[in-house]
């Protein structure tokens, strides 16, 4: 069955340093991955996806992710945490009928200043 | 930009009304969803479109129904609220396609009483 998997639900990072967020996914074939951010009160942004070629992909905000096959990862990094990054990030995989996406249960992330 | 319009942020209910959450979208994406979000449970699929008047159940559709009745629209619907079901709800759209991200709102944070 397809999942994904967030392995940690919160985080505190201190501002300036910098950040590895987790996502290990299960898939039968190729898969398309997506990181998504949400802001308190907010909807869910898209920060960056992968669907092929280049396993390392640059997202807004500074962000970027490696895809990593043999691990079944997609892992999203920033070399320099900012306050405003605080939110909630969550990762996603497809693709599925009908344009469906499987989410994570998403982590946590504060930032110290 | 892509603008996925939730009718309300905020909305409180009593046990047994019916409920309607309106979602409108401005890019002539085929699919919509709906999701409701919990704190450690992530995003759950409630329901999805891919077109004018289909619909098909996700993962958690007991106790919704939805309505798209026109390309730009869907509907949510609470038959007869509960107080279980107090969340937040998110709506989404996107182009057709295996590959295309959601687009989401702001989210309607839903009480039942």
């Known amino acids: 069955a397809q999942s994904v998997t967030q392995p940690d639900i919160h985080i505190t990072v201190s501002e300036g340093a910098s950040l590895e967020l987790r996502c290990n996914y299960s898939y039968g074939a190729t898969p398309y991955l997506f990181w998504y951010v949400q802001s308190p009160g907010q909807g869910l942004q898209l920060l960056l996806k992968?669907?092929?070629?280049?396993?390392l992909v640059q997202g807004i905000k500074g962000f970027e992710a490696e895809f990593k096959r043999s691990q079944s990862s997609f892992n999203l990094r920033k070399p320099s945490v900012h306050w405003s990054d605080a939110a909630e990030y969550f990762c996603a995989v497809g693709p599925n009928q009908g344009g469906k996406l499987i989410f994570g249960q998403g982590t946590e992330l504060s930032v110290k200043p | 930009d892509v603008k996925v319009t939730q009718s309300s942020r905020y909305l409180v209910k009593r046990t047994g009304e019916k409920v309607f959450l309106e979602c409108v979208q401005d890019m002539d994406h085929e699919n919509m969803f709906w999701y409701r979000q919990d704190p450690g449970l992530g995003l759950r699929l409630i329901y999805f479109s891919y077109d004018v008047k289909m619909k098909e159940k996700g993962d958690i559709p007991e106790g919704y129904s939805v309505s798209r009745e026109k390309k730009e629209r869907f509907s949510l619907i609470l038959e007869s609220a509960s107080t279980n079901q107090t969340s937040m709800y998110l709506c989404a759209s996107s182009f057709a396609g295996l590959n295309q991200p959601q687009h989401f709102g702001d989210g309607t944070r839903l009480s039942i009483l």
């Open positions: 992968y669907f092929s070629g280049d396993t």
